[in-house]
Every structure is written in C-alpha cells, then in structure tokens.
C-alpha cells in the first residue's frame, strides 16, 4: 500500500505559480493562444460559421460595407442558443431606434456640414458614456460605431436618395446579423443547460488532472479555470430558466453543482501542493471521473457515496465531505434571486464620478480627431480609423498598454492574412463558395483566439477587424490592394491616435482601483469563513474567486503602466504577495474554516486597502 504524502505548507513540486508576477509576456500570451479550454473549439467554430453565413446574405442582399455586419456578428455571438437569440432579437430591436434617431439627425445635418460635426460628436460622448456608466458596456461601442458611420457615410451617398439610403443601410448593418444570430443561432449552438454540465465536467477532470502529479502548465490551466468562478455558469443556469423546458429543481440542483465543482478544484489545488496519499487520490479521481461522466452527458447525480478516504488527511476528507451535497440545494435557494438587490441600468456613480464624463470626452476627442485627419487628408479609405476608435477605447492606462501590443499584432496578423488573400488566393476564386470558405477559415483563425481568456481575446476580434476591412468591400470581396492599404493605415492610425489620448488626458491608472478591488476581497473572505454549511462555503468560495480574479487582473494592469505613472510600487509589490496569500487562503478555508491565522493574513489586505 502507498504511504501517504505528509501534508505541508508548500507544494513537493514547487511553490504556488506567480500568476500576477507573469503577467501577459510572450511566452504567456502563446499558452493562452494554444490553450484548448474546454468547448472552444465549438465556440470557434460556430462563431465562424454565424460570420460566413453573414456575409453570404450580405452578398446575396447586396449590402454595402459588408465587412460591418460581419464585424457586429463576431462581437455579439454567444455560446448558447438562447443568449444568441435574444441578443439577436435585441439588435433588431435597437435598430428601429437607432433608425428613427439617424432619419431625425440626417434631416437636421443635411447640407450643413458643421452641424453634421456637432451631431457625430454628441453622439460619440452618449455612446462613449453609456460604454462607461451603464450595463451596455461594449454594446453601446457597438451601436456608436453603427450610427456614427451611417451618418459619415453620408457624404458618398448622392443628396437625392440619401436619407432612403442611409436608413436602409443602418437596418441592413444591424438587422442582417441579428437575424442570423436568431436563425442559426437556434440550429447549431447549444442549450444553455449543456454548457453548464459541460463547464462542471471539465472542472471535474481538472481537479483529475491536478491529483495526477501536475505539471506546471496544468497548475496554470487549473488557476485559470479556478479564477472563473461560477459566473458564466450561472448566466448559464438563468439563460436555461428562460427556455422554460427544463424543472426549477433541476436547474437548482446544477446551480448548487456549478459551486460544488469550483470548490472541489480548489480542493485538488490545495492538495497539489500539500499531498494527499495515492491511494486517496485515486479513491477521489474514480469518483470525480464517474461524475464528470453523468455531466457530460447532460445530466447530474442524484447520489454520491462518500469515497472512504484516510482520515488522516484533511484535504482529502474535505474533498470527499462535499460529495454527498455536491448537487443539493439548499433550503433558500429558490429565495435567492429574489432577495438579490437589483442594479440599475446606470452605475450607482454614473452622475457622481468624474471618469465616466471624463473617459466619455476622451473616447470623442479620439472620434474627432480621427474623422477630421479623414477630412483633411482628403483620403476616404482610412475611414477605418473612426472604426477603430469605438472598439479600441479602454477605462485605464494600463489596460491600454497591456492592450496594445495585442491590438497591433492582431491588426498585423488581419491584414496580413487579408493582403495575403488578395495576392494568393482572390485570383484563383471562380465562385461564391470558394470566397465563403476563405472567410470561414480566417474567421475561425480570428474566433478561436477570440474565444480564448480575455486577455487574449481582444487581440481575435482584431484580427477579424482587419481582414474583414481588407477584403471586404462595397458589396463583397476586393482585389484592390489599395484598400487593404487604406483601411490597415486607419486601423494602425486610429490604434495611435486612441492610445494618445487617452494615455495623455486624464490618464486614468488601475492604481488607484486596487483599494477598491481588495476591500471587496476582504469581504469575500470574511463571508467564507463564516459561511456554516457546505453549500455556503462553495457559494463563497466562487464569489471570492470571481472578485481575486478582478483584483489580480486589476494589479497586473497597474504593473505593466509606464514605470513613472507607479506611484508607489512598493505598495504593487507588497500587494502582489497579499493576493497570493488571499488565494492560498481561500482555499485553506475549505480545509479548516476555523482557521487562527484568519485575522492576521486578512489585516494584511485591509492595511493594503
């Protein structure tokens, strides 16, 4: 029989990865790239095809600037079906609006240049402001982007027929991929129920995987998925409500599962570090493998036996104490979403916080700026640079210098491929079908590194930025070379004049948002430690992953900003080391709640606070 491995402060194989200190170098940004995280390739593929089939009805509609309403589609597919169809409807909901506000502006600008100025700025400081201070966030970029170009599209339109033109080609803009997203969406992409079991079963073979003598690469992908939290699986777990096919009860058995499934990762962590005994391990790894099975195939356990593993191990006998309530709700869990205070559609600090209004005026002086370079250089085909300006634009300096290098490189990589097309492949094109299967294959390029962590999928979109704006022309496919040239000039201008002036004006740094971000953190931690039953300590378990998730990524922000904007980096430093004892610590509460150094390691975050 195996002896057990005696638990200890540190892992056999090594410390605890310092996810903070690595930051996004290179070397990250390429694991990320190349991480197949569970159901993206689906996510890939089906976003590419909801990009194809656009711009097939956009050939067959013959709708200008086709490269538009791909661009819309690749930023507001989702995974499920039902997410994708109300987005679907919401979007040709919103463009009766935005049809009847453009028809009001086109007859007050009409023939009155400056006034037309004045409208496409007002315009951009409302989008930029509800991207800042309401629940639309990057919706609102996206119908800024739709109305602010119909409107300077304008000046191409002949007088006659220009207002019947411009509306048509808004709605066509927002309608062609809206229905899409309704029709396909319904066919090829999933319920959101089976993203939820999938999500929970692939949290149930990584803490596998982690039992299994990790290595350090699985650690990372195992801190990643653990950073996740139950966010995206409880929007899951809303969305399959909303079908109305599947039982509350159901539904409240996998809500309680999602949970139980970060709290058993977080479990397998700490017991890659401490150790837990072979034969403990694979006691576990059985269990966990049946269960993912059951998930996979869309269901869940009614029952699980408690594995009899050693007593002598702590780790292994929590791990083990959750499996029999590991998909049973609690009493108050049907009363949960009713007790939830509501948020409004504004942010409590919409009117009172100045960076709101003051990231709202640097988003249209970078819009105004752009269009009047536009003008003055009298060169209609880096129109690309207003574009660029509405999807580019970021709350906090660092987030625009850690963006930046994916900006450029994913606008390289686009047009690249886009001049690439146009020199190797567009001449040997006879047909439709041949042009269909070229944009699939760079949208599933630009859609699998979109579908990757965040902190890479900015760099996708741009990629399908690029090559749509390249080889997308007027009613389809160009062989122009020089509107590839034109509109990669806009995009790179458009990427430097953002990146001036918002690094200039106001310069907002994720400094000042670490307070706010760690307090928040106490509070998670001191929730989980008074958190009495197993599925309370889950449910703050994954609340306090979500929120170390917001703290990290706010701290790596701040210490890739400009080494003169650091106002204290001691302060960095040291708050670094807090949040990786913060990790550490979430995870020991699911050992030993109780814990005596609770007060001591949590003074340390309030004194960085």
Same mark, same amino acid.
């Given at each position: 029989m195996a002896q057990p491995v005696p638990e200890t402060a540190s892992a056999p194989d090594g410390p605890r990865p310092d996810m903070t200190r690595a930051g996004?170098?290179?070397?990250?940004?390429?694991?990320?790239?190349?991480?197949?995280?569970?159901?993206?390739?689906? $996510?890939?593929?089906?976003? *590419? &095809?909801?990009?194809?089939?656009?711009v097939l009805v956009g050939e067959i509609w013959q709708v200008p600037e086709l490269a538009v309403p791909a661009l819309v589609m690749m930023a507001l597919w989702q995974?499920?079906?039902?997410?994708?169809?109300?987005?679907?409807? &919401?979007?040709?909901?919103?463009?009766?609006?935005?049809?009847?506000?453009? $028809?009001?502006?086109?007859?007050?600008?009409?023939d009155h240049p400056m006034g037309l100025v004045i409208v496409i700025a007002l315009l951009s400081f409302m989008f930029f402001f509800l991207g800042s201070a309401s629940k639309l966030k990057p919706v609102a970029y996206m119908l800024g982007l739709i109305t602010v170009y119909g409107l300077i599209a304008i000046d191409e339109v002949p007088v006659g027929e220009v207002v019947t033109r411009a509306l048509l080609y808004t709605d066509l803009f927002l309608a062609v991929p809206g229905a899409v997203m309704v029709v396909l969406g319904l066919l090829i992409c999933p319920s959101p129920r089976r993203i939820l079991t999938d999500s929970i079963a692939a949290r149930l073979r990584m *803490?596998?995987?982690?039992?299994?003598?990790?290595?350090?690469?699985?650690?990372?992908? &195992?801190?990643?998925?653990?950073? *996740?939290?139950?966010?995206?699986?409880?929007?899951?777990?809303?969305?399959?409500?909303?079908?109305?096919?599947?039982s509350q009860r159901d539904l409240a058995c996998l809500r309680q599962a999602a949970s139980s499934s970060v709290a058993v990762l977080a479990l397998a962590d700490t017991a890659s570090r401490s150790g837990v005994s072979q034969d403990d391990a694979a006691c576990l790894i059985r269990t966990f493998e049946d269960m993912a099975a059951i998930f996979a195939d869309g269901d869940y356990p009614a029952a699980i036996d408690r594995p009899a593993v050693s007593a002598t191990s702590p780790t292994a006998c929590a791990m083990a104490d959750l499996l029999p309530d590991f998909a049973t709700p609690s009493a108050d869990d049907a009363k949960a979403?009713?007790?939830?205070?509501?948020?409004?559609?504004? &942010?409590?600090?919409?009117f009172s916080n100045p960076d709101h209004v003051r990231f709202a005026v640097k988003g249209t002086a970078a819009v105004m700026l752009s269009y009047l370079t536009f003008k003055v250089l009298d060169w209609p085909g880096i129109h690309t640079c207003i574009i660029t300006c509405f999807i580019v634009a970021l709350p906090t300096?660092?987030?625009?210098?850690?963006?930046?290098?994916?900006?450029?490189?994913?606008a390289l990589v686009g047009g690249t491929l886009g001049i690439a097309a146009i020199i190797f492949v567009m001449p040997h094109l006879n047909g439709i079908t041949g042009f269909l299967v070229l944009v699939f294959v760079v949208s599933l390029i630009a859609a699998w590194v979109k579908t990757g962590d965040e902190r890479i999928a900015y760099a996708g979109f741009?990629?399908?930025?690029?090559?749509y704006l390249t080889d997308l022309k007027g009613y389809g496919p160009t062989a122009d070379m020089a509107t590839a040239r034109d509109r990669i000039v806009g995009i790179m201008l458009g990427n430097f004049i953002t990146y001036a002036m918002f690094t200039s004006f106001w310069p907002a740094s994720a400094y000042d948002r670490i307070g706010d971000g760690v307090r928040k953190l106490v509070e998670c931690l001191n929730g989980q430690a008074n958190a009495s039953t197993p599925q309370a300590r889950s449910d703050a378990l994954a609340r306090t992953q979500s929120v170390l998730l917001e703290s990290e990524r706010t701290l790596e922000y701040a210490m890739s900003e400009?080494?003169?904007?650091?106002?204290?980096?001691?302060?960095?430093? *040291?708050?670094r080391r807090a949040l990786d004892d913060a990790a550490e610590l979430s995870e020991d509460l699911l050992v030993t709640p109780g814990r005596p150094d609770f007060s001591e390691r949590t003074a340390r975050l309030e004194q960085i606070a």
């Amino acid at each position: 029989m195996a002896q057990p491995v005696p638990e200890t402060a540190s892992a056999p194989d090594g410390p605890r990865p310092d996810m903070t200190r690595a930051g996004l170098g290179l070397a990250r940004i390429w694991r990320l790239v190349r991480d197949p995280a569970p159901g993206r390739m689906g $996510y890939a593929l089906r976003m *590419a &095809a909801g990009c194809t089939t656009t711009v097939l009805v956009g050939e067959i509609w013959q709708v200008p600037e086709l490269a538009v309403p791909a661009l819309v589609m690749m930023a507001l597919w989702q995974k499920d079906r039902v997410t994708n169809a109300l987005a679907g409807v &919401a979007v040709n909901v919103v463009v009766l609006i935005l049809l009847t506000i453009i $028809y009001g502006l086109i007859r007050l600008t009409l023939d009155h240049p400056m006034g037309l100025v004045i409208v496409i700025a007002l315009l951009s400081f409302m989008f930029f402001f509800l991207g800042s201070a309401s629940k639309l966030k990057p919706v609102a970029y996206m119908l800024g982007l739709i109305t602010v170009y119909g409107l300077i599209a304008i000046d191409e339109v002949p007088v006659g027929e220009v207002v019947t033109r411009a509306l048509l080609y808004t709605d066509l803009f927002l309608a062609v991929p809206g229905a899409v997203m309704v029709v396909l969406g319904l066919l090829i992409c999933p319920s959101p129920r089976r993203i939820l079991t999938d999500s929970i079963a692939a949290r149930l073979r990584m *803490a596998c995987r982690l039992l299994s003598n990790p290595d350090e690469r699985i650690r990372e992908q &195992a801190t990643d998925m653990l950073r *996740a939290g139950t966010t995206d699986m409880m929007k899951s777990a809303k969305m399959a409500g909303l079908e109305k096919i599947w039982s509350q009860r159901d539904l409240a058995c996998l809500r309680q599962a999602a949970s139980s499934s970060v709290a058993v990762l977080a479990l397998a962590d700490t017991a890659s570090r401490s150790g837990v005994s072979q034969d403990d391990a694979a006691c576990l790894i059985r269990t966990f493998e049946d269960m993912a099975a059951i998930f996979a195939d869309g269901d869940y356990p009614a029952a699980i036996d408690r594995p009899a593993v050693s007593a002598t191990s702590p780790t292994a006998c929590a791990m083990a104490d959750l499996l029999p309530d590991f998909a049973t709700p609690s009493a108050d869990d049907a009363k949960a979403p009713s007790q939830k205070k509501k948020s409004g559609f504004l &942010a409590e600090d919409a009117f009172s916080n100045p960076d709101h209004v003051r990231f709202a005026v640097k988003g249209t002086a970078a819009v105004m700026l752009s269009y009047l370079t536009f003008k003055v250089l009298d060169w209609p085909g880096i129109h690309t640079c207003i574009i660029t300006c509405f999807i580019v634009a970021l709350p906090t300096m660092g987030e625009m210098v850690s963006k930046l290098t994916l900006r450029i490189s994913g606008a390289l990589v686009g047009g690249t491929l886009g001049i690439a097309a146009i020199i190797f492949v567009m001449p040997h094109l006879n047909g439709i079908t041949g042009f269909l299967v070229l944009v699939f294959v760079v949208s599933l390029i630009a859609a699998w590194v979109k579908t990757g962590d965040e902190r890479i999928a900015y760099a996708g979109f741009q990629i399908g930025l690029a090559f749509y704006l390249t080889d997308l022309k007027g009613y389809g496919p160009t062989a122009d070379m020089a509107t590839a040239r034109d509109r990669i000039v806009g995009i790179m201008l458009g990427n430097f004049i953002t990146y001036a002036m918002f690094t200039s004006f106001w310069p907002a740094s994720a400094y000042d948002r670490i307070g706010d971000g760690v307090r928040k953190l106490v509070e998670c931690l001191n929730g989980q430690a008074n958190a009495s039953t197993p599925q309370a300590r889950s449910d703050a378990l994954a609340r306090t992953q979500s929120v170390l998730l917001e703290s990290e990524r706010t701290l790596e922000y701040a210490m890739s900003e400009p080494v003169h904007t650091r106002a204290d980096q001691p302060r960095l430093e *040291a708050t670094r080391r807090a949040l990786d004892d913060a990790a550490e610590l979430s995870e020991d509460l699911l050992v030993t709640p109780g814990r005596p150094d609770f007060s001591e390691r949590t003074a340390r975050l309030e004194q960085i606070a």
